[in-house]
């Protein structure tokens, strides 16, 4: 009996199966190679609470075929793996774009079209590719290099799918309660559970349906294309009228949604009008200005390569300043944000560790809402709309949602230049919330990280999105983190804050592995479980 106990306790466990926690695998596996061990396999469990592993809500069928990456695929992914996944592109290619075609819509043949030269001579590094294509790629690597080490040997590996709600420390062990009622008892366990997420608006549903208003909280559960199918339905139940659509946070999920919107051509069609609103006003930018970019200098940075004394309020002061410096001159974000991050970037390295660390909490997420930038092909839909006299940006802040004496709903907000509550003046009847990730001060956090906080297993740090870890990635023994919740650390000298971006997951993942590899193995040899 003692023995069955034991066999059943894993050794890592993993809370979320997205690209962190498959990276890590990964890594840990390539780390471990040739290293067997006869008397014992190390035993790994993958927890994910979708019925889908290894690649996480962007990358997985919970975004779906037809969206696409944020950035060019050289600036998501680097070398060596954009080298490895381009080959492994070049020769999938003939199904994946079958997909895409199945898929999407007009748009997505658009973007076929668009780009069918580049496609056919493998020209992949500037393409904005549909990111599901990457996430059917690190599904194979995972499952491919998870199987060669279990014909070896060397470990087991268990999926479970169901959600961990609350982890309690048991002697030197972590029990794991899933929503089923079952625990997983583990030595180690990461939290490999994403960005939190999204902050609901307008009641507590992720969709609310009433007659004349279909408001949707959160648009990729339980996946998207299950929202899209419920936004048709209601368009069907009105068809005597044309709708007003709402999208509420203008960043990369706001673009997207407006353009999947548009993809499907019988949503497409019964659209009057889109409005955005946003507390700037402003849209991501998609266009480099090659001539203006010349005249742009971050002087105010600049002036501060032979400053002595610096700290982080201070480089954050000058980068405020040459962003501003960049709007006099109406130079958009995808024209400077390389200029201004390498000379903000080119200062850290003269900061100590308690600045570095404030420079990651407090500054580095703001600076980056300021740099915001988007995909050509995302933001040419709104330009066309723009022609048509069919789009409306509100510079503001979502109060409400009130109903008008005919049944029809309005938008009440805070409008940014006035700071005086104001309802638009036209009807909604479609609103989308993309206003981003809750932090992890309020009280709508999920129950697994309320109740690490609460006993003391894990503290927020003061970039509220993420929490204090060691170098070993440990916010206490044994419980680690990857992935965004490690915003606001410190790691090898380095300041992160923005860790939804793939190559820092893939540089913090390799970190943990090699952490895993210290834990488990001495000199070579794997060893005993206490
Ligand atoms: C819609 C969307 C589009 C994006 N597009 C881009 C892009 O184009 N480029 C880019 O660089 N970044 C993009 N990102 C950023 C993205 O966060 C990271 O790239 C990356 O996916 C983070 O990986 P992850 O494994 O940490 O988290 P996730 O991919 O979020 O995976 C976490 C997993 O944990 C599971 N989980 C959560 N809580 C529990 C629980 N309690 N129990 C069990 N399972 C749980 C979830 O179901 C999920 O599968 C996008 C993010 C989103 C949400």
Sequence with gaps: MQSEIKNNISDITFIGSGISSSFTILHFLDSIEGQTN?????????????????????YGSRSGFSVHLITSLKNFLPEPELGKFVHWLNNNKNWLLEELKNDGGALAVDWLNIHADKIAKNDWEDLFIPRRFFGCYIDEKVKNKVQEFQKQGVVSVKYIQGEVSDIEKVEDKYELFLESDTSVLSHKVVLSVGSLPVNHLWKKEDLIAENNLLFVNAPYKPELKETLRKIEDFTDQLPEKKINVLIIGANASGLEMLYKLNDVDSIKARVNKFVFLSTQGLLPDSVVDEELKKEYTPYNLQALATEKSLTAQIIADATYKDLDHADEMNLGAASTVEIISRAFGSLLGSLNEEELKKFACLHGNEIGRRQRCAGFHYSKTIDALKQEGRFDHIAGRFSDIKKNDVGEYLLEYLDTTSQK????????????????????????????????????????????????????????????????????????????WHLEHCGRIIWLSEVLSERFKEYFFKENELNQRS
């Design 38 to 58: 006869a008397d014992r396999q190390i035993c790994i469990t993958i927890i994910d609470k979708y019925n889908e592993f290894h690649t996480g809500i962007p």
């Design 421 to 496: 509550n104001v309802m638009y003046d036209d009807t909604v009847h479609l609103v989308i919330n993309c206003i981003g990730s809750t932090n992890l001060n309020k009280s709508d956090i999920p129950d697994l990280l309320k109740n690490v906080i609460n006993k003391g297993y894990a503290r927020p740090n003061d970039s509220k999105i993420g929490f204090e870890v060691n170098e070993s990635l440990e916010t206490s023994k044994n419980l680690h983190i990857v992935g965004p919740l490690l915003a606001g650390n410190v790691f090898e000298g380095k300041a992160v």
